[in-house]
């Protein structure tokens, strides 16, 4: 498995955009610049490790989430699900 910037650029959007937030907004919680957002947004650059973390509790989502598309369950959901 290969991390895939496009998709965790898209993914950033989709939850960005559920959460009504434009570039700008989150750019500034964040403390980059609208650029470099929209780099990453794009697929273009890469964030930081610290960065990531920002973002993962601005848009009330895991890391895990974010850089491979897989959503986050606990043990007993799993349980269940079986």
């Known amino acids: 498995m290969h991390f895939q910037p496009i998709q965790f ?3 950033i959007r989709k939850l960005r955009r559920k959460q009504h937030l ?3 907004q989150l750019a500034a919680m964040l403390n980059v610049s609208v650029e470099h957002l929209r780099k990453i947004e794009l697929g273009k650059r890469g ?3 610290d960065l990531l973390l920002d973002l993962s509790n601005v848009l009330e989502v895991s890391s895990d989430f974010l850089l491979r598309g897989i959503p986050r369950t606990t043990y007993s959901v799993r349980m ?3």
Request: proline content about 0%; glycine content about 8%.
């Open 80 to 82: 269940l699900i079986a």
């Open 22 to 24: 434009t570039q700008e």
């Open 9 to 11: 650029g898209e993914r």
């Open 47 to 49: 964030i930081s490790i």
